[in-house]
T-cell receptor, first 113, second 110 residues
Framework: ETGVTQTPRHLVMGMTNKKSLKCEQHLGHNAMYWYKQSAKKPLELMFVYSLEERVENNSVPSRFSPECPNSSHLFLHLHTLQPEDSALYLC????????????FGSGTRLTVV | EDQVTQSPEALRLQEGESSSLNCSYTVSGLRGLFWYRQDPGKGPEFLFTLYSAGEEKEKERLKATLTKKESFLHITAPKPEDSATYLCAVQAYNTDKLIFGTGTRLQVFP
């Protein structure tokens, strides 16, 4: 499999649940990113990892917790989310930190009920 | 503050009817301007990077141009398969982060 793969594609969770989003890249890139995409809003950068080290946390609430165990995998752990957290969560990677064009995954459509 | 504004918000074209999408930006030192295409239910797909005013890039029916204040994505004789949301993003020297616009949703009818 090539490119950036995100699972699951769709997720519905209650506000008291704990779930995780997974991202895997098969491109040999060194940097990975989490973005949030809400309707009628620009993509919002959430977290940036370079060579498995977090280099940016863009004022994201602590109910979102990222994890990067190696340069190919990125997780976003979710707990006690709010309905306004419902959005499309996109993972991206780039060969070098902050050098585009980023390669995006297809995203996880998250609904918090 | 670095900012990206895309217009129009939505555009409906007949097949073969050429048009342009606009991306206006304000940034303190432009490192690069990027165009992406996003299909429903999918992540953005990289199209072009432009680095300096006067630069142009082409891919099939798409041509991107750049000035010091804006970029245009020209679509020549579009086909229904060109229907998508087109996103523009800028990268500034001082932050290195991509700043996205809200996109233009293009629909091309046969």
């Amino acid at each position: 499999e090539t490119g950036v793969t995100q699972t699951p594609r769709h997720l519905v969770m209650g506000m008291t649940n704990k779930k995780s989003l997974k991202c895997e890249q098969h491109l040999g890139h060194n940097a990975m990113y989490w973005y949030k995409q809400s309707a009628k809003k620009p993509l919002e950068l959430m977290f940036v990892y370079s060579l498995e080290e977090r280099v940016e946390n863009n004022s994201v609430p602590s109910r979102f917790s990222p994890e990067c165990p190696n340069s190919s995998h990125l997780f976003l752990h979710l707990h006690t989310l709010q309905p306004e957290d419902s959005a499309l969560y996109l993972c991206a990677s780039s060969q070098v930190l902050d050098r585009a064009g980023y390669t995006f995954g297809s995203g996880t459509r998250l609904t918090v009920v | 503050e670095d900012q990206v504004t895309q217009s129009p918000e939505a555009l409906r074209l007949q097949e073969g009817e050429s048009s342009s999408l606009n991306c206006s930006y304000t940034v303190s030192g432009l490192r690069g301007l990027f165009w992406y295409r996003q299909d429903p239910g999918k992540g953005p797909e990289f199209l072009f990077t432009l680095y300096s005013a006067g630069e142009e890039k082409e891919k099939e029916r798409l041509k991107a141009t750049l000035t010091k204040k804006e970029s245009f994505l020209h679509i020549t004789a579009p086909k229904p398969e060109d229907s998508a949301t087109y996103l523009c993003a800028v990268q500034a020297y001082n932050t290195d982060k991509l700043i996205f616009g809200t996109g233009t949703r293009l629909q091309v009818f046969p």
